[in-house]
């Protein structure tokens, strides 16, 4: 090769080293201020750190739900010892759930609504059991869970492996510890309910597991069968940046920076939900929700008529947990042909409010129904009209053209402009969420705070009270489950 061409593929090679070294030292400044940025937070607490070595995994030589119990016994012992009694004099505090004896401490509840909690029915019409959302608790179906038994069902409410207990348990759960747990509570039931109907009602992430579930049992006669699903907000599809969260508590592990295994770190003001939030658990949902797409996938293309329960899912358009388009091209779009139904709960379109909100393009539900059929009904909560607060629901059943509308009887309460993906399984009366609080409550309550003042003042994140925590229409959709569940032998 002559200089004359030598020298320009030179002097290229030169330039895009000097291009990639430039790079490369920007990656490495951007990754130094944001390990310090992470590391400027509050210092990890005993409730982050404590190690309770009493957990179920998938590998526990456990084998039974009374054996699971058992342990559970065991565990929450532990963190009496190694969490309530070393906690700092700093954090003895009424905010701290981990104070004894503070308003936020679930041991004021009887029952302690942490923990795994039976409510058995002499004549049974159906089994139901309940699978609470990442870093919940099984407080969180507990409204759900005592309608339906009033209705006569044997109902579980499990509290899945990491929760319930301090959230550093969640630093080193794997979804797999959380599917065998359900199976286990699976069998139990159908132990104790026969041949009857087994109904699996999951929220957030355990809508997600209550989805893993169906799908084994459709293939594995160790699994008892499902007659339906019932979900609310699933987590069934979460940002692709959580694959990339991970490495953050990689690099920390590596150099020695604990505060990296977390994506928040908060205030435990909340007796039932955590508030941290380690990179863990955000993995795991991206993990779960992952396999679980490829699987629904592989079941639409080689069995397009299978085997697979009825479903009622209930999503809000406004959710800035999970994903509502997943839920209808992820879950719905990908069923079996069969009577399933979602639910979308609409911004309130009260014109004031309507010219407010940011997030109109986000809403596809009247795409939805303006489209053509679908393989599964959707019925859409929306206002009745723009200046009016009444909602309605408008109904476009599977594999039809038409649009229903019905009169609902309830309304979009002053200065609420959406649901959220906290609110959806709550009544209004809720003791510990609700607005009006009910008599149930023995300390803290959440759902009634409407505090206005200056920024940086509260102990808690500013948007975690504006958040709303509670459904006005939870009439409608205790009312629509016990539907779906109707049937001679169900409530």
């Not at 004099?89 to 905010?95: A, G, K, S, T, V």
């Not at 091209?329 to 004031?352: C, I, K, M, T, Y």
């Not at 599977?398 to 200065?415: E, F, K, S, V, Y």
């Not at 975690?464 to 009439?475: E, G, S, V």
Request: net charge neutral.
């Amino acid at each position: 090769m002559s200089a004359s061409f030598a020298n320009p593929f030179k002097a290229l090679f030169k330039m895009t080293r000097v291009l990639l070294s430039a790079v490369a030292g920007g990656l490495l400044v951007l990754i130094i201020g944001a390990v310090i940025h992470l590391e400027r937070r509050p210092d990890l607490k005993v409730w982050h750190t404590a190690e309770l070595d009493a957990e179920f995994t998938a590998d526990s030589p456990v084998r039974t739900f009374e054996e699971y119990l058992d342990l559970e016994d065991v565990l929450f012992e532990r963190l009496w010892k190694r969490v309530y009694a070393r906690i700092e004099r700093e954090d003895q505090r009424p905010i701290n759930r981990y104070h004894p004896g503070s308003p936020a401490d679930p041991a004021r509840w009887t029952p302690n609504w942490n923990r795994s909690y039976q409510l058995p029915s002499d004549n049974p019409r159906c089994g139901v059991l309940l699978l609470h959302g990442m870093s919940d608790s099984p407080y969180s179906l507990r409204g759900l869970g005592q309608r339906l038994h009033a209705a006569g069902a044997w109902v579980v409410g499990l509290r899945l492996p990491g929760h319930g207990t301090a959230p550093g348990e969640l630093v080193s759960v794997h979804w797999r510890d959380m599917a065998a747990a359900v199976k286990l509570a699976a069998v139990h039931l159908q132990a104790r309910t026969g041949n009857l109907p087994l109904y699996i009602l999951g929220y957030s992430n355990g809508g997600t597991l209550a989805v893993d579930y169906a799908l084994r049992a459709a293939r594995d006669s160790d699994f008892p069968g499902v007659r339906g699903l019932i979900l609310i907000s699933p987590a069934l599809g979460v940002t692709p940046l959580a694959a990339l969260a991970v490495w953050q508590a990689r690099i920390g592990h590596l150099i020695g920076l604990e505060k990296l295994a977390w994506n928040s770190i908060l205030p435990e003001y909340d007796p039932f939900k955590y508030q941290s939030f380690p990179v863990n658990a955000g993995d795991q949902v991206y993990r779960l929700t992952a396999d679980l797409q490829k699987r629904l996938r592989n079941a639409a293309a080689n069995q397009p008529d299978g085997d697979f329960p009825r479903v009622l899912a209930f999503q809000s358009v406004a959710d800035a947990t999970v994903s509502t388009r997943a839920v209808v091209e992820g879950l719905f779009s990908q069923l079996p042909a069969g009577d399933h139904e979602l639910v979308l709960f609409d911004f309130n379109r009260h014109r004031d409010i309507d010219r407010l909100l940011l997030a109109r393009r986000l809403v596809g539900a009247p795409e939805l129904l303006q489209g053509p059929p679908r393989s599964f009904t959707i019925s859409f909560v929306t206002n009745a009209a723009a200046h009016d607060p009444l909602v309605v629901v408008r109904r476009k059943r599977r594999n039809q053209d038409d649009i229903q509308t019905m009169p609902l009887d309830l309304h979009w309460p002053a200065g609420v402009y959406s649901l959220s993906h906290v609110a959806l399984p709550f009544s209004p009366d809720d003791p510990l969420y609700g607005v009006s609080g009910g008599t149930e409550n023995p300390g803290l309550r959440l759902g009634n705070i409407g505090l206005r003042g200056e920024k940086g003042v509260l102990q808690v994140p500013a948007a975690d009270m504006l958040r709303l925590r509670w459904n006005p229409f939870y009439p409608f959709v205790e009312q629509r489950i016990v539907d779906f569940m109707s049937g001679p032998q169900q409530p």
